[in-house]
């Protein structure tokens, strides 16, 4: 018999997905700015010059160095109780991230298995999980969580599972129509004329190939994970005093928004620089990954 | 002998139910079939779309239950809506179908396609496995160092083979193959045919072989059977239909078939500078 | 003067490997009246070229040709606006798959009369007639209400007649049809190849023909262009093709055919076409 032989020159599956990511200028930007913040997060005690939580007496409300009335000690000045803003800055990105990690993955996981459910069973249990989210969907999403959080009480843990509980529908509907979308496609009817059973069709054949706009969505559940704990923060529901939690920064800095701007401006500056730079990471991570824009 | 493969008057019946502005109707895709197999023969099922043959081939494979009718897979009756779908019987019929690019998980590396259905249906140990995928894997054509690869890296030809393969590995009585090379051009055809060919000689397997194309149905089928618009129109051997097709539908189909031989050429090429002499 | 005019037309693409060339110095002509097949496999840049006459390939794809004239007009460096007057309306071309080459979201008459809004200037009664008139011509039965179904409500055959109607609307010169039947069952095949046929005898229309089925060929060319892998392996009549090949690749094309099939196994281009396009 003849012998066959492939394509020598494939790219590797890494090496293609960089070269249409890197396409995307914002999203390398993005990339790099996560990486960032990071390796502050991981690199957090070693950078940081102060204690974040330890007051210093006689300090409060100073402002940033570069100001007539800056102390060289607190490079960016120091919050209404005397703590170093850099020092709380520079932890704040462990909660930070710690939140949208926790986030992502908790309604990842809860929706995707609900969606896996919704989307092979259809029938009376997909309408039942449908309803039920489309309740979810239906209320403002902050105010749904600000309901769960006093329900639970205030706190970050349950701030956190207050958030997934409200982002998970997005997972859901994305699950249920790609799974839709794939079930009837043949190497899943192959699989079933293999003998394959109801788990192994749903986890090991499916459930693979509906993974590339999930990933798009948890990288923009993440960002907005920070945005709601922030939210929550700033109510005075996420995170309580005196954790470093950047939304609950701006909760204790409200009131001098007009004499110290600098206590709200510099918290808002970092939720901001991190969400733009996620939100413009999973854009990226949605063009490479999206086989129809496949230019080539 | 027993015939691998039996149907007697098959019929399968879409209910669709109405909704507010349109009435409920059932779609007869299936209308009474029958037609049987011998072992090592191959039955071809020639139609067009719309026909039925697809259906067919998915209740034959035990996807689809049928509404009506008896099958019968090497003389033990099978009636997959009362559960008479034991893993034996599972074994005993595959299916190729026709589109290489979707019948491969993209996500599994081919090797791992190949060992699922020993997975799955029996108890190899994982060394055992591999061993087996490897032999199919040649036995088809390909290399050991194909064994890692993802189906993306196949060509269309190539992936059809992984098919054929994968079908295989289960030691099946039966093959159904839904067009099989109808997406493949025509040199890659020519060495899956082959290939075909070759296993039925040396596994002295059966083949149910869909097509649409009769110059493939001419040279792989033993007997053939014509459908149109869920009836079988014509049953017997290959000689017999081709010599001497009895139905109206039969006739127009092998018209319709452009032949790609000299004489059609000349034939047309005359009709044409008369029309233009005649102008 | 020939209609169509391409000498050494090189198409090469942007790809995450590099540059890949799809087609390799291609030169072909098509007479007014004539019927050109180009005949090849999945790779072998048929239909690549006769998009870069078009002008429809993509930013990544590059151009080049030392000649590409239609109707002594030069298409290589004509600008976009310039493009637009002559596609559409001299030259025109008809795809694979027609339910997917017509917008599901309009009218197939919105979209015949869009055509003739666009290059002809009719106005909305003039369209309307016009539009029946081509639809009876391709043989749509009940033309009149036809024009108000949607692409989806039709079959694969009605389809594609629409596609003819809007691509002979404005009497085009020269018509190339990339595989239009192979979509198609083989009953509506013989429908529609009949109709192109019918049209271009009665119009004098150039007629392109990309094909992998060599009973198409057969069935409908006066001259026969055989490509591979980018390259033009052979060129001649159709009746001389058939019978007496002159290219290895022809021959093994032919001889794998399954209707040529002597003995229980059929010949492989591999087994008898060695020196692919090195």
Same mark, same amino acid.
């Given at each position: 018999?003849?012998?066959? !032989? ?86 704040? !990105? ?203 | ?21 349109? #009435? ?51 003389? #033990? ?173 039969? #006739? ?28 | ?7 050494? @037309? ?17 030169? @072909? ?21 006769? @998009? ?200 093994? @094309? ?25």
């Amino acid at each position: 018999m003849s012998v066959i !032989t492939t394509k020598s020159t494939q790219p590797s599956g890494l090496s293609e997905f960089w070269y249409y990511f890197s396409r995307n200028k914002g999203a390398v930007i993005g990339l790099g700015v996560f990486l960032l913040v990071l390796l502050t997060a991981i690199f957090a005690p070693l950078i940081a010059p102060h204690d974040p939580i330890v007051p210093y007496e006689g300090m409060q409300r100073l402002p940033p160095a570069w100001s007539e009335k800056g102390n060289p000690m607190f490079l960016l000045g120091t919050d209404a109780v005397g703590r170093d803003m850099l020092s709380r800055l520079i932890f704040g !990105t462990r909660f930070s991230l710690f939140i949208g990690l926790v986030v992502a993955s908790l309604s990842a996981i809860a929706g995707v298995l609900l969606g896996l459910l919704a989307g092979y069973f259809r029938g009376r249990v997909d309408t039942f999980i449908m309803r039920v989210m489309d309740i979810i969907l239906a209320f403002p999403s902050l105010l749904l969580a600000l309901v769960l959080v006093a329900v639970l009480g205030p706190g970050l843990v349950n701030a956190m599972i207050a958030i997934s509980i409200v982002n998970q529908p997005h997972f859901v509907r994305l699950t249920r129509a790609a799974v839709i979308g794939e079930r009837e496609k043949e190497y899943v009817v192959a699989s079933r004329v293999a003998g394959a059973g109801t788990f192994r069709l749903m986890f090991k054949t499916i459930l693979p190939n509906c993974l590339a706009p999930l990933i798009v969505q948890a990288t923009l559940a993440f960002s907005a994970a920070i945005l709601d704990a922030a939210a929550l923060g700033f109510l005075g529901q996420g995170a309580q005093p005196p954790t470093p939690e950047w939304g609950t920064m701006l909760a204790d800095s409200r009131e001098f928004l007009q004499s110290n701007p600098w206590l709200v401006t510099f918290p808002g500056l970092c939720i901001l620089v991190t969400v733009l730079a996620i939100n413009l990471m999973g854009d990226g991570l949605r063009d490479a990954l999206d086989p129809k824009l496949k230019r080539s | 002998m027993t015939p691998v493969l039996e149907a007697k008057n098959i019929v399968r019946n879409y209910y669709l139910p109405g909704g507010l502005f349109k #009435k409920e109707r059932t779609v007869h895709a299936v209308k009474g079939v029958s037609f049987k197999v011998e072992q090592g023969k191959t039955l071809a099922i020639v139609g067009e779309s719309g026909c039925g043959k697809s259906t067919l081939a998915r209740i034959v494979t035990m996807i689809d239950p049928a509404s009506g009718g008896d099958l019968f897979i090497d003389g #033990k009756k099978v009636d997959i809506a009362a559960g008479d779908l034991t893993p034996e019987i599972r074994r005993k019929v595959q299916i190729v179908f026709q589109n290489p690019y979707g019948s491969l998980n993209p996500r599994k590396k081919i090797g791992d396609i190949l060992m699922e259905p020993l997975i799955i249906n029996t108890n190899t140990p994982a060394a055992e496995r591999r061993e087996l995928a490897m032999v199919m894997l040649k036995k088809v054509g390909l290399q050991e160092i194909h064994f890692n690869r993802y189906p993306h890296m196949f060509s269309g030809g190539q992936r059809q083979r992984i098919a054929i393969a994968r079908a295989l590995m289960l030691n099946p009585r039966l093959l159904v193959l839904d067009e099989p090379v109808s997406a493949l051009d025509l040199s890659v055809q020519a060495q899956v045919l082959n290939l075909l060919a070759d296993l039925q000689d040396e596994l002295n397997l059966t083949y149910v072989f869909i097509s649409h194309d009769l110059s493939v149905v001419r040279y792989m089928a033993d007997d053939v059977m014509v459908m149109y618009f869920g009836e079988a129109v014509e049953y017997g051997t290959r000689d017999q239909v081709f010599n001497n097709p009895q139905h109206i539908y039969t #006739k127009t189909l092998f018209a319709a078939t452009p032949r790609a031989d000299v004489d059609t050429i000349k034939a047309r090429l005359a009709r044409k500078s008369a029309a233009l002499a005649a102008s | 003067m020939a209609l169509l005019e391409i000498e050494n @037309l090189v198409v090469e693409f942007q790809t995450s490997t590099g540059p890949f060339r799809a087609v390799d110095g291609v030169s @072909l002509k098509v007479d007014a009246g004539e019927v050109l097949a180009i005949v090849g496999e999945s790779g072998s840049g048929k239909s690549v070229s006769m @998009l870069a006459a078009m002008g429809l390939l993509p930013w990544t794809a590059k151009v080049t040709a030392d000649k590409m004239v239609f109707d002594g007009r030069n298409l290589l460096g004509m600008s976009a606006s310039e493009r637009r007057k002559i596609i559409g309306k001299d030259m025109s071309m008809i795809f694979q798959e027609p339910i997917a080459s017509l917008n599901p979201c309009f009218t197939v008459g919105f979209q015949i009369e869009e055509v003739l809004r666009i290059h002809l200037g009719l106005d909305k009664a003039a369209r309307r007639k016009r539009a029946i008139e081509l639809f009876e011509a391709v043989g749509i039965p009940n033309p009149a209400e036809r024009l108000g179904h949607f692409p989806h409500q039709m079959s694969g055959g009605q389809c594609q007649r629409v596609m003819i109607a809007i691509a002979i609307a404005c009497n085009p010169k020269l018509l190339i049809a990339d595989e239009p039947t192979t979509a198609l069952d083989v009953t509506i095949q013989k429908q529609i190849l009949d109709l192109l046929m019918r049209l271009q005898t009665e119009h004098r229309m150039g007629l392109i023909m990309i094909t992998h089925n060599m009973g198409v060929v057969a069935e409908t060319a006066d001259r026969v262009i055989v490509q591979y892998k980018g390259r033009k392996m052979e060129e001649a009549d159709v009746l001389s093709l058939f019978e007496s090949p002159k290219s290895d690749y022809t021959k093994a @094309l032919l001889a794998a055919l399954p209707e040529n099939a002597t003995g229980d196994r059929l010949p492989t281009i591999g087994e008898i076409f060695k020196g692919a396009a090195q």
